[in-house]
């Protein structure tokens, strides 16, 4: 199996194909310069981190996605291995989502409770299945599932998960395809 195919599996585990992974996988090759601050401005991580602060909180047991910045991450992804309809789908969400939170709880995004944050979260995740299941094969993915990607992907992949949440194991030993896990345990990065 090959790496094109194993991501495609995994895409198709999560639910739907990963946005950017034409980028992804030809190396993210840029076609033309771009900036070196991204293509989101500071507001627009700042709502991006705030939704996946909303969907992974910091609890006693693990960071949050504020504390694994995944603002940058998600501006560094977009910018470098989006598309350029995937980038303004994104960034047109961003602002549909101040926009619906206006218009429901009359305050932006960042400063509404967690409680309204997680009930737009659950009116945005129903809406992009089905979205996301009518959408043709050259459309964009919905913008909540970019932003959920981008999120959990972000989150696993920091240095911080991977050495303070799971076992983090530098130089692995032997292949063991069989370890008795224990209640409690962490698993491994």
Not at 116 to 141: H, W, Y
Request: charged residues 25%; negative net charge; proline residues 4%.
């Amino acid at each position: 199996m090959d790496r094109r195919e194993a991501l495609s599996m995994v895409s198709l585990v999560c639910g739907g194909t990963i946005a950017g992974a034409a980028g992804f996988l030809s190396g993210c090759k840029e076609n033309k310069p771009k900036s070196i601050m991204g293509i989101l401005d500071n507001s627009q991580q700042n709502i991006l981190e705030e939704l996946a602060e909303t969907i992974l909180p910091k609890t006693s047991n693990s960071p949050g996605a504020k504390d694994v910045e995944i603002g940058k991450f998600a501006n560094r992804i977009v910018t470098d291995c989006y598309t350029e309809n995937e980038q303004n789908e994104l960034i047109d969400g961003l602002l549909k989502l101040d926009e619906i939170s206006q218009l429901n709880y009359n305050d932006k995004f960042i400063k509404l409770s967690i409680v309204d944050k997680n009930e737009l979260i659950l009116k945005l995740e129903s809406e992009s299945k089905t979205s996301n299941q009518t959408r043709q094969n050259e459309s964009p993915p919905h913008y909540y599932s970019m932003m959920k990607q981008l999120s959990v992907w972000g989150y696993l992949s920091s240095e911080i998960v991977g050495t303070k949440v799971m076992r983090f194991v530098p130089i692995p030993g032997r292949f063991e395809g069989c370890i008795p896990y224990e209640t409690g345990e962490k698993v491994f990065s």
